[in-house]
């Protein structure tokens, strides 16, 4: 993605205002006051631009485009496919999603056709098509944006109709080849449920088959694969004329969608950002998702991704929905950076007078012009990005650690009967991520498929499931010198979802044996020590021996006191660890602080960190180092080295004062 600047804009609906040319006039002006060089147009602005069907009336964007674009203002065009025309849904029924109950969707909302149904593409298509014809006569567009949030519809994001059903079972057909080898990969003997024909197979429902576990895995494989195929399908129809990047906006860890899988069809990956912020007075719960979300946008293609939407100040669907505290919208949108984006984006650029988003914030309201806080915080960014871009955009984060994060890990993990019910992938995951995000460590995030070679350190918490080759590449990374540091509850399960009998498939690698795994009630804590300190375990314990590796800690109650709870495995030039329970923050906080440090792996202020405070580091011919406070008050980091602000050029010796939620990006000297 090179537009040779960093992209500070939104959305824009000036379909909105169409009878209001005063208000498209003083968009403008106020664009240019706010720094903004880019827009997105015509998301959800299908009824606009095809008023009946094949009756294309583009005349308001295009004019709007060429106007931007004198103002020095670029598009980026969206599809319009994330809202349904409804003169379409009345002529072809048959696009309206159809729920798992069986109930058909009625006209409306958003995000909601049958991503299977032919005319459905057919008729995206044609608007595609046009579009993108179109777009050669503009200079303006710059990059297409394809759909909306696809999937994410307030409900369920997969359609059950009759043509996803049959769709389903072509994919399983392909997959398996013979019903025999889908019942051995199902294992359908469990409860009599082998399949004798293929007609007899139906999506997951709740009022149906929903406990055969791959066929759960399955049905999540090919609904990622299905909105895949029409995100292609989109992308191809924009290609017959457009050679412009293309991306899609994802959303935070959203499960329903398997964004590795659809990523790869993407030029750019982008991404909207809703944090709660202020839902707490303690800050940091948030800014650590958030800046996991952050890297694993990055992670994807290991490039800067997009901030696509975020808001200036609030969101409107959230039960309380606090306003940003002052400071807090810079940092929010410096945070996006530190962690490699090339843009700062914002839904929306001007609040619509009506319906479902009418009080969901935008960099102007209703009422008043650019006489707000809301607006100041936004120009106030777009000038802090138009003087840095030259330098912020020479870079990108390389970090030396790498977290695996997989979706159908996550499927697999929380769809399991056993050992509790309650398991919580994601938030497991934060945990670990957290301790690094303490530590002002960024890291990769990256799924199983993903190559390991030049990290210099790997963590895969709770990794039930092992995706083909996966084991043999952890292997061959842990023989060749890498650090691998996994948890209890993990290689469980092959990719259909079936345990693995006799040897755990990195036992060598981890030189552990699991034997058994108690999710044990209250009262039943248990505790270990490391490195002197006591700490406490969590929901799990395994219950494990050893077979090569070295035990770093041992329970210290229960039946299994004595046994391994941390063990440390050499293997080939590398090391193996295996945490064995779930362990308190604390715990993880220390136990990669040493790690860390035994690898001479540290953050780029090479500085104890404040709580609440991190870095992240951008690499080029010049690292640039985003300190990022996210405490509501001054904060100051002493230093071993002397820094300079990059903004400023003040220089800091020593010391480095933060004001409350402030972002200062320094270099070394
Ligand atoms: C999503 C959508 C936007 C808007 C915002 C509101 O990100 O893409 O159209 O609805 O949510 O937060
Ligand atoms: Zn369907």
Same mark, same amino acid.
């Given at each position: 993605?090179?537009?040779?600047?960093?992209?500070?804009?939104?959305?824009?609906?000036?379909?909105?205002?169409?009878?209001?040319?005063?208000?498209?006039?003083?968009?403008?002006?106020?664009?240019?006051?706010?720094?903004?060089?880019?827009?997105?147009?015509?998301?959800?602005?299908?009824?606009?631009?095809?008023?009946?069907?094949?009756?294309?009336?583009?005349?308001?964007?295009?004019?709007?485009?060429?106007?931007?674009?004198?103002?020095?203002?670029?598009?980026?065009?969206?599809?319009?496919?994330?809202?349904?025309?409804?003169?379409?849904?009345?002529?072809?029924?048959?696009?309206?999603?159809?729920?798992?109950?069986?109930?058909?969707?009625?006209?409306?909302?958003?995000?909601?056709?049958?991503?299977?149904?032919?005319?459905?593409?057919?008729?995206?298509?044609?608007?595609?098509?046009?579009?993108?014809?179109?777009?050669?006569?503009?200079?303006?567009?710059?990059?297409?944006?394809?759909?909306?949030?696809?999937?994410?519809?307030?409900?369920?994001?997969?359609?059950?109709?009759?043509?996803?059903?049959?769709?389903?079972?072509?994919?399983?057909?392909?997959?398996?080849?013979?019903?025999?080898?889908?019942?051995?990969?199902?294992?359908?003997?469990?409860?009599?449920?082998?399949?004798?024909?293929?007609?007899?197979?139906?999506?997951?429902?709740?009022?149906?088959?929903?406990?055969?576990?791959?066929?759960?895995?399955?049905?999540?494989?090919?609904?990622?694969?299905?909105?895949?195929?029409?995100?292609?399908?989109?992308?191809?129809?924009?290609?017959?004329?457009?050679?412009?990047?293309?991306?899609?906006?994802?959303?935070?860890?959203?499960?329903?969608?398997?964004?590795?899988?659809?990523?790869?069809?993407?030029?750019?990956?982008?991404?909207?950002?809703?944090?709660?912020?202020?839902?707490?007075?303690?800050?940091?719960?948030?800014?650590?998702?958030?800046?996991?979300?952050?890297?694993?946008?990055?992670?994807?293609?290991?490039?800067?991704?997009?901030?696509?939407?975020?808001?200036?100040?609030?969101?409107?669907?959230?039960?309380?929905?606090?306003?940003?505290?002052?400071?807090?919208?810079?940092?929010?949108?410096?945070?996006?950076?530190?962690?490699?984006?090339?843009?700062?984006?914002?839904?929306?650029?001007?609040?619509?007078?009506?319906?479902?988003?009418? !009080?969901? *914030?935008?960099?102007?309201?209703? %009422?008043?012009? &650019?006489?707000?806080?809301?607006?100041? $915080?936004?120009?106030?960014? +777009?000038?802090?990005?138009?003087?840095?871009?030259?330098?912020?955009?020479?870079?990108?984060?390389?970090?030396?650690i790498a977290l695996i994060f997989d979706w159908e890990n996550w499927w697999a993990v929380e769809d399991a009967a056993g050992p509790r019910l309650d398991l919580d992938y994601k938030k497991t995951f934060l945990q670990h991520y957290r301790a690094f995000w303490e530590a002002g460590l960024d890291v990769d995030i990256i799924s199983m498929e993903r190559e390991l070679e030049g990290y210099r350190m790997v963590v895969a918490p709770l990794n039930y499931l092992y995706?083909?080759?996966?084991?043999?590449?952890?292997?061959?990374?842990?023989?060749?010198?890498?650090?691998?540091?996994?948890?209890?509850?993990?290689?469980?399960?092959?990719?259909?979802?079936?345990? !693995?009998? *006799?040897?755990?498939?990195?036992? %060598?690698?981890? &030189?552990?044996?699991?034997?058994?795994? $108690?999710?044990?009630?209250? +009262?039943?804590?248990?505790?270990?020590?490391?490195?002197?300190?006591?700490?406490?375990?969590?929901?799990?314990?395994?219950?494990?021996?050893?077979?090569?590796?070295?035990?770093?800690?041992?329970?210290?109650?229960?039946?299994?006191?004595?046994?391994?709870?941390?063990?440390?495995?050499?293997?080939?030039?590398?090391?193996?660890?295996?945490?064995?329970?779930?362990?308190?923050?604390?715990?993880?906080?220390?136990?990669?602080?040493?790690?860390?440090?035994?690898?001479?792996?540290?953050?780029?202020?090479?500085?104890?960190?404040?709580?609440?405070?991190?870095?992240?580091?951008?690499?080029?011919?010049?690292?640039?180092?985003?300190?990022?406070?996210?405490?509501?008050?001054?904060?100051?980091?002493?230093?071993?080295?002397?820094?300079?602000?990059?903004?400023? %050029?003040?220089?800091?010796?020593?010391?480095?004062?933060?004001?409350?939620?402030?972002?200062?990006?320094?270099?070394?000297?």
């Open positions: 993605m090179e537009f040779g600047k960093m992209l500070h804009g939104g959305d824009y609906n000036p379909e909105q205002w169409l009878d209001r040319p005063d208000i498209l006039d003083e968009d403008i002006r106020l664009m240019k006051q706010a720094h903004i060089n880019c827009v997105t147009l015509g998301v959800f602005s299908w009824s606009v631009l095809e008023r009946q069907e094949g009756e294309f009336c583009f005349d308001w964007l295009e004019e709007m485009i060429d106007r931007l674009y004198r103002e020095g203002i670029c598009t980026i065009l969206a599809t319009p496919t994330g809202g349904m025309p409804h003169w379409l849904t009345e002529k072809y029924p048959e696009v309206r999603q159809v729920q798992a109950e069986g109930r058909q969707n009625l006209p409306g909302k958003r995000h909601n056709f049958c991503y299977t149904s032919p005319k459905m593409r057919d008729l995206t298509g044609r608007i595609d098509r046009s579009l993108a014809q179109m777009s050669l006569r503009h200079e303006g567009i710059v990059m297409w944006h394809i759909s909306n949030e696809m999937g994410g519809n307030f409900s369920d994001s997969a359609c059950h109709c009759g043509q996803c059903q049959r769709a389903f079972r072509e994919w399983l057909k392909e997959k398996y080849k013979t019903i025999e080898e889908l019942n051995r990969a199902w294992w359908t003997v469990f409860w009599s449920h082998v399949y004798t024909d293929w007609e007899q197979i139906h999506s997951p429902v709740p009022h149906g088959e929903n406990l055969v576990h791959g066929l759960n895995l399955d049905w999540r494989r090919f609904v990622t694969c299905q909105m895949t195929e029409f995100l292609k399908w989109e992308i191809a129809s924009v290609r017959e004329y457009s050679s412009l990047p293309v991306t899609t906006n994802f959303m935070y860890f959203f499960k329903p969608l398997d964004y590795d899988k659809m990523q790869r069809e993407l030029d750019v990956v982008s991404w909207d950002s809703y944090p709660f912020w202020h839902k707490v007075k303690d800050e940091t719960d948030m800014a650590v998702k958030a800046a996991a979300c952050h890297s694993m946008m990055r992670s994807m293609k290991k490039k800067p991704f997009m901030l696509m939407e975020s808001t200036p100040s609030v969101v409107n669907w959230r039960v309380n929905n606090p306003v940003k505290r002052p400071g807090m919208h810079m940092l929010s949108s410096m945070q996006a950076v530190a962690h490699g984006s090339a843009t700062v984006q914002y839904f929306q650029w001007r609040k619509g007078r009506g319906s479902f988003e009418k !009080f969901h *914030g935008a960099v102007l309201d209703h %009422k008043n012009d &650019g006489n707000t806080r809301t607006f100041r $915080d936004v120009a106030d960014v +777009g000038g802090r990005l138009a003087k840095m871009e030259g330098r912020i955009l020479k870079t990108c984060n390389r970090p030396e995706r083909k080759g996966y084991a043999e590449r952890v292997e061959r990374y842990v023989k060749e010198g890498g650090i691998y540091i996994t948890t209890y509850w993990s290689g469980i399960v092959d990719d259909n979802d079936l345990c !693995f009998t *006799g040897e755990h498939p990195l036992e %060598k690698v981890l &030189g552990i044996c699991q034997e058994e795994i $108690d999710a044990p009630g209250e +009262g039943f804590v248990n505790s270990i020590t490391f490195l002197e300190k006591l700490y406490h375990t969590g929901d799990l314990c395994e219950i494990i021996h050893c077979k090569g590796a070295r035990t770093v800690s041992v329970y210290m109650k229960e039946f299994y006191a004595g046994a391994p709870a941390v063990t440390e495995n050499r293997y080939g030039d590398g090391r193996a660890y295996y945490l064995a329970a779930e362990f308190e923050q604390d715990f993880l906080n220390d136990f990669y602080r040493e790690m860390t440090q035994e690898a001479r792996i540290e953050n780029p202020l090479g500085a104890k960190l404040p709580y609440g405070v991190t870095t992240a580091l951008r690499k080029g011919e010049e690292d640039l180092i985003f300190v990022q406070n996210f405490n509501d008050c001054k904060v100051m980091v002493k230093t071993p080295g002397r820094f300079e602000e990059a903004d400023s %050029k003040i220089i800091l010796d020593g010391e480095v004062w933060l004001e409350p939620f402030e972002c200062k990006i320094l270099t070394e000297i």
